[in-house]
T-cell receptor, first 117, second 115 residues
Framework: AQKITQTQPGMFVQEKEAVTLDCTYDTSDPSYGLFWYKQPSSGEMIFLIYQGSYDQQNATEGRYSLNFQKARKSANLVISASQLGDSAMYFC??????????????FGPGTRLSVLP | EAQVTQNPRYLITVTGKKLTVTCSQNMNHEYMSWYRQDPGLGLRQIYYSMNVEVTDKGDVPEGYKVSRKEKRNFPLILESPSPNQTSLYFC??????????????FGPGTRLTVL
């Protein structure tokens, strides 16, 4: 069975500082993808970044980067230069079975990030 | 504009009154899925569909039904809603499998309250 663990229910960061949100995962699938989504208070789910299990380099998207450590089964999200608009709930997710249809999609419980002015 | 739409966005109903939440996508995605979001639990998958007429249970399917008669639509049916189904529901779609499986596109969510 697949599982995502996010051990930080809530975090605070000062504006303009970097912050790391932790995510560990468990899967027996050889091919999988890891995702981070942002959910602001308005409720929509916003895709941030993707890392494939076979990708050699860590994914980056603007201020977001994914620190992928495959042997440790961790996929931490790093947000550089935090902004007030980054205050939101962040979900780590995994899609397994990518050698087939990729039908297994599991989310972690989320981390609520608050950016302080 | 590529999007996933859900209706209604908000619904208050009573125990036992059948309801349907519609979901439609315009991206020709094979894969569609329903999730419920509850505080402290993240998103949990209810049902998913890999293509027309192909559906399967997710982690929390009890009390829900789905159908996939057309590629673009994936309605969620609650035959006899109960208060423990009060939640925020998301529909999502994506391409299916392999290296093309990047992100899921989410609908705006449906907040359901069952009294």
């Amino acid at each position: 069975a697949q599982k995502i663990t996010q051990t930080q229910p809530g975090m605070f960061v000062q504006e303009k500082e970097a912050v790391t949100l932790d995510c560990t995962y468990d899967t027996s699938d050889p091919s999988y993808g890891l995702f981070w989504y942002k959910q602001p208070s308005s409720g929509e789910m916003i895709f941030l970044i993707y890392q494939g299990s076979y990708d050699q380099q860590n994914a980056t998207e603007g201020r977001y980067s994914l620190n992928f450590q495959k042997a440790r089964k961790s996929a931490n999200l790093v947000i550089s230069a935090s902004q007030l608009g980054d205050s939101a709930m962040y979900f780590c997710a995994m899609r397994g079975g990518l050698d087939n249809y990729g039908q297994n999609f599991v989310f972690g419980p989320g981390t609520r990030l608050s950016v302080l002015p | 504009e590529a999007q996933v739409t859900q209706n209604p966005r908000y619904l208050i109903t009573v125990t036992g009154k059948k309801l349907t939440v519609t979901c439609s996508q315009n991206m020709n995605h094979e894969y569609m899925s329903w999730y419920r979001q509850d505080p402290g639990l993240g998103l949990r998958q209810i049902y998913y569909s890999m293509n027309v007429e192909v559906t399967d249970k997710g982690d929390v399917p009890e009390g829900y039904k789905v159908s996939r008669k057309e590629k673009r639509n994936f309605p969620l049916i609650l035959e006899s809603p109960s208060p423990n189904q009060t939640s925020l529901y998301f529909c999502a779609s994506s391409l299916s499998g392999g290296g093309r499986a990047r992100e899921q596109f989410f609908g705006p969510g449906t907040r359901l309250t069952v009294l």
